[in-house]
């Protein structure tokens, strides 16, 4: 394998703090990395922003018998009837549905939309297929109340970071096959789509930067066990795997191209697009995964933050 590409400078000056924070990753380690206090999220007067957001949870109905789930619900002071449906990220294995909402929250406030994100039950104590159960179950509850939300259902967007992006893109094909939501958009931050971990950039990115090979391997074998890798594993799981992916609401994806994720994202957006698709692909120079979040005064932090923003005025405003 060729050399690997080089770290945004600003970015690459972080990584041994984010480093010190982030130990290395394995399946016996899965509980001590759910106490780490990196990944903990707002709190609910946090959320509030002095005022602005309604803050409220609700239990909601499991899908087939699941037990209930809870959906965290933000909805800012000036809506304008348009929704996004967050799933968290966290490897499949931690986090929670606070962990990402202080950008949702942003989008929120300029375009005046209403923030559901689910609580879905982690591997591997809930393999495949409880938690994209938990997020369609919730998607389902949140679009058939949409007129108690204050939302158009017409204008739901799914939306998440890392474990979180592929579980959208999960909803996405999801909603499409089974008649579910009609989604006006998918926004994929960095999306977790491939359980095969055997693409270039996974290879040539082992061992460096935010969520090497190796800790992939931990999260797809957490939610897949021995399925990991074989031929038996849904799309809904892993998006990747999806033979069709004609018929899907706009998307957006965005990677960095110095992380693991780069080239399966590269190719689902090029397969999107071969099946006659909307897609709009930004991989960033020099960026780790996550680098936006863990490094946002970064000037490529607060690109990949804009463009994100752009997109979203054109889908909701074009």
């Known amino acids: 394998m060729t050399k690997p590409p080089a770290f945004d400078p600003e970015l690459g000056a972080a990584l041994s703090a984010i480093a010190e924070m982030l130990p290395p990753f394995t399946l016996d380690g899965i509980a001590d990395a759910r106490k780490g206090g990196a990944i903990v999220g707002p709190t609910d ?14 239990l909601v109905p499991g899908l087939n018998g699941d037990p209930d789930i809870t959906l965290l619900i933000c909805s800012p002071d000036n809506k304008t009837g348009g929704c996004i449906y967050h799933t968290h990220g966290g490897g499949m294995v931690v986090g929670d549905r606070r962990l990402g909402m202080d950008a949702l929250l942003d989008w929120s406030e300029e375009f005046g939309l209403v923030i559901v994100s689910v609580e879905y039950r982690l591997a591997p104590e809930t393999p495949d297929p409880g938690p994209i159960d938990d997020c369609y179950a919730g998607l389902l509850w949140t679009a058939a109340h949409a007129d108690e939300l204050g939302f158009d259902p017409s204008r739901l967007i799914v939306a998440g970071g890392s474990a979180g992006g592929g579980l959208a893109a999960a909803l996405a094909l999801r909603a499409r096959d089974q008649g579910g939501p009609a989604l006006l958009g998918q926004l994929l931050m ?31 074998s957490a939610l897949l ?19 069709d992916l004609s018929g899907l609401p706009p998307a957006f994806i965005d990677v960095g191209s110095a992380e693991t994720f780069r080239d399966e994202d590269v190719a689902y957006a090029t397969r999107i697009w071969q099946a006659g698709g909307d897609a709009e692909l930004h991989v960033w120079p020099g960026g780790f995964h996550g680098f936006d979040m863990m490094v946002p005064t970064a000037a490529i932090s607060q690109d990949a933050r804009a463009a994100r923003v752009r997109w979203l005025n054109r889908l909701l405003n074009g």
Do not use: H, I
């Open 45 to 58: 007067e946090e959320l509030s922003r002095g005022g602005k957001f309604t803050v409220e949870e609700r």
């Open 190 to 220: 960095c999306p977790m789509l491939d359980d095969r971990n055997d693409t270039p950039s996974a290879v040539q990115m082992d061992g460096l930067g935010v969520w090497d090979r190796g800790a992939n391997l931990v999260g797809w």
């Open 225 to 243: 066990g021995d399925r990991r890798g074989g031929p038996d594993v849904s799309p809904y799981a892993a998006p990747a795997r999806a033979a």
